[in-house]
């Protein structure tokens, strides 16, 4: 999906934390989107997620504005997972289930993921009960396993062990690199970045810098 932004601004408690010409984000590519604390990064994933609809500006999905069938392409990983206060495997099967995907599907389809993303143990246990690693492993799961057109992440490995980290971003890679799907990942990890981003957005006071 290629995500065309102009004219974006943002503004907050009178104060203007986006203000963006144009930027265009490659289509079925990694993009990172770096910065300073406050510079809008987080604020900006959640206009593309079309979680935040007081700006102004123009935002095109594969030529298209935001609709339903767009909206059901794409999903959102954040810093803070939710999750129901059910079982992982629950948590997991959700995105499928909303679907009507049949149930044979949806069982091979959650079983593929669990085991990419060596959550086995996590199968039976309460969601709400996980760890910080467990819990992005499972709400990075619960993104994959519909293969959306377009993976948003906010943070997805902030303050979890370096053993998560390396198969979360294993898993981000393979995801990217198997259905040519569109990732935006915010991050504050320079070395990540460099790591699994095909291009790289830096910005700053809201801007986009060079």
């Given at each position: 999906?290629?995500?065309?932004?102009?004219?974006?601004?943002?503004?907050?408690?009178?104060?203007?934390?986006?203000?963006?010409?144009?930027?265009?984000?490659?289509k079925?590519?990694?993009?990172?989107?770096?910065?300073?604390?406050?510079?809008?990064?987080?604020?900006?994933?959640?206009?593309?997620?079309?979680?935040?609809?007081?700006?102004?500006?123009?935002?095109?999905?594969?030529?298209?504005?935001?609709?339903?069938?767009?909206?059901n392409?794409?999903t959102?990983?954040?810093?803070?997972?939710?999750?129901?206060?059910?079982k992982?495997?629950?948590?997991?099967?959700?995105p499928l289930?909303?679907?009507?995907?049949?149930?044979?599907?949806?069982?091979?389809?959650?079983?593929?993921i669990?085991?990419?993303?060596?959550?086995?143990?996590?199968?039976?246990k309460?969601?709400?009960?996980l760890?910080?690693?467990e819990?992005?492993?499972?709400?990075?799961?619960?993104?994959l396993v519909?293969?959306?057109?377009?993976?948003?992440?906010?943070?997805?490995?902030?303050?979890?062990?370096?053993?998560?980290i390396?198969?979360?971003?294993?898993?981000?890679?393979?995801?990217?690199k198997?259905?040519?799907?569109?990732?935006?990942?915010?991050?504050?990890?320079?070395e990540?970045?460099?790591?699994?981003c095909?291009?790289i957005?830096y910005?700053?006071?809201?801007?986009?810098?060079?």
């Amino acid at each position: 999906m290629k995500i065309s932004l102009s004219n974006i601004k943002k503004i907050y408690n009178e104060k203007q934390v986006l203000d963006i010409d144009l930027l265009e984000i490659e289509k079925g590519k990694i993009t990172g989107i770096i910065g300073p604390n406050g510079s809008g990064k987080s604020t900006l994933l959640n206009i593309i997620a079309g979680l935040d609809e007081k700006y102004l500006g123009t935002i095109i999905y594969d030529q298209e504005v935001i609709n339903r069938e767009i909206y059901n392409k794409m999903t959102l990983v954040s810093q803070k997972p939710y999750l129901f206060r059910r079982k992982v495997y629950y948590n997991i099967e959700y995105p499928l289930r909303v679907r009507n995907i049949n149930k044979a599907d949806i069982k091979k389809k959650v079983n593929e993921i669990i085991d990419r993303l060596e959550i086995n143990e996590l199968k039976e246990k309460k969601a709400h009960l996980l760890s910080g690693g467990e819990s992005q492993k499972v709400s990075l799961a619960r993104a994959l396993v519909f293969e959306p057109k377009l993976l948003l992440l906010d943070e997805p490995t902030s303050n979890i062990d370096p053993e998560s980290i390396k198969v979360l971003e294993r898993e981000i890679l393979r995801f990217n690199k198997e259905t040519k799907a569109t990732v935006i990942i915010v991050t504050h990890n320079l070395e990540q970045s460099d790591r699994i981003c095909d291009n790289i957005i830096y910005l700053e006071n809201g801007r986009v810098s060079l």
